[in-house]
Nanobody, 116 residues
Framework: QVQLVESGGGLGQPGGSLRLSCAAS????????MGWYRQAPGKERELVAG???????RYADSVKGRFTISRDIAKSSVYLQMNSLKPEDTAVYYC??????????WGQGTQVTVSS
């Protein structure tokens, strides 16, 4: 069973930055897709940012230019750098990986709250 463990959530200020990390129990290069999803109260879970095995990235329109997904294959880790935070970025953020979008494997989630 693949395990994904997120860290780095918490309270951020509007206009500020937070960085999320996701550590996988296997080599992330063995996963076709890795991504970050989020779910706000009363809303469906949505893809925020993703990266394919080949390194192609994809972003939700709402975060383009503000968020950046990256990976360190040697550390089996994926990161989400979130800049210019907005209150509407408040959600539980989940690391995901697998064959498709979304993949079969989910982390436990980490809360991100943007508030002054």
């Amino acid at each position: 069973q693949v395990q994904l463990v997120e860290s780095g959530g918490g309270l951020g200020q509007p206009g500020g930055s937070l960085r999320l990390s996701c550590a996988a129990s296997i080599s992330i290069y063995s996963l076709n897709t890795m991504g970050w999803y989020r779910q706000a109260p009363g809303k469906e879970r949505e893809l925020v940012a993703g990266i394919s095995r080949g390194g192609v990235t994809r972003y939700a329109d709402s975060v383009k230019g503000r968020f950046t997904i990256s990976r360190d294959i040697a550390k089996s880790s994926v990161y989400l750098q979130m800049n210019s935070l907005k209150p509407e970025d408040t959600a539980v953020y989940y690391c995901n990986g697998g064959r498709d979008w979304p993949g079969d494997y989910w982390g436990q989630g980490t809360q991100v709250t943007v508030s002054s």
